[in-house]
């Protein structure tokens, strides 16, 4: 009987909790000879998956403070993440026990700095730099597909230039 009420408690979780909000980085950089975007990707370590880095709310920081954190902690990147978010997406997340809770991902562009020879996740992961219209196309999450292409596309764009006085 226990089996069963640990069964309906998890089905009336999974029913009933609102998505859980989780925090990422998405982590550029443009090649200086080509001037090309790249998108860094990093694997899953349960599935193996391309993802970009994520992680949960952290006491006492900041959304783009715990990208930042989870970029050094998960691909050993360093950078500054912007603070305002340039999107969002929903995903499915297995938790250990089984149970699949909705995560929402609030997504922080960062440019990239350095990288760090340690890091936490060191060799857990495998890390590449790709285009960002490879990095669309290798991630599961249609809405970060979606999130990734509008980014690679704005940041493509040439900037307006300001008219000149003289016409």
Not at 57 to 78: D, F, I, L, T, W
Not at 109 to 120: G, I, R, V, W
């Amino acid at each position: 009987m226990n089996f069963l009420n640990r069964l309906a408690a998890d089905v009336h979780l999974m029913l009933r909790r609102p998505a859980r909000m989780q925090y990422a980085a998405l982590c550029y950089r443009i090649r200086k000879k080509t001037g090309a975007l790249e998108i860094l990707l990093i694997t899953s370590r349960d599935t193996g998956r391309w993802v970009i880095p994520k992680g949960w709310p952290m006491q006492g920081k900041r959304a783009h403070e715990v990208a930042e954190r989870e970029a050094y902690e998960e691909a050993g990147v360093k950078g500054k993440a912007q603070r305002a978010a340039i999107g969002a997406y929903v995903y499915q997340k297995r938790m250990n026990h089984g149970l699949k809770i909705s995560c929402k991902v609030q997504v922080h562009a960062l440019e990239f700095d350095d990288f760090c020879k340690n890091f936490p996740e060191k060799g857990t992961r495998r890390l590449e730099w790709v285009d960002y219209k490879e990095a669309a196309s290798r991630v599961a999450e249609p809405s970060l597909k979606s999130l990734i292409l509008a980014f690679g596309e704005r940041m493509a764009a040439p900037t307006s230039l300001p008219k000149s006085a003289n016409g």
